[in-house]
């Protein structure tokens, strides 16, 4: 079950990071995979009640991307240990537009590995230099 109590956005120390192979930089587009469209909103939801119980870890998602940017599946690779962070993650990718696989000139669908991180934020130094 997805918590419904959740706060939006990077900010909050939610953060995501994924390898772009070297191949999908090169100017020969025969192959590239799917990407995260950055031009549009991708926030990743970190449930509040996580972030109160101290819940942090990394989530590995493998996400079916069509060719039309849009994604329906979505599979846990690698849990991190937190049901409702795994649930969080989930609902993000769901929510997020992608730049579609290439090969040959054509968009296809294709699978993508995503690595999410969650995060508590540092709390802040107070009144340590004078």
Do not use: C
Request: hydrophobic fraction near 35%.
């Amino acid at each position: 079950m997805i918590t419904r109590n959740l706060f939006l956005g990077t900010a909050f120390a939610a953060s995501f990071a994924f390898a772009v192979p070297a191949s999908a930089l090169a100017a020969d587009d025969s192959t590239t995979p799917p990407q995260i469209d950055t031009s549009r909103p991708h926030d990743q939801i970190y449930p509040v009640t996580a972030q109160r119980s101290g819940e942090q870890g990394d989530v590995y998602l493998k996400v079916y991307v069509h060719e039309n940017g849009k994604t329906d599946r979505v599979q846990i690779a690698k849990s991190s240990g937190y049901p409702d962070l795994d649930n969080a993650a989930i609902e993000s990718v769901l929510n997020w537009r992608y730049i579609p696989a290439r090969r040959n000139g054509d968009t296809v669908d294709e699978w993508t590995t995503l690595h999410l991180v969650y995060q508590l934020p540092q709390q802040a130094q107070s009144g340590t230099q004078k």
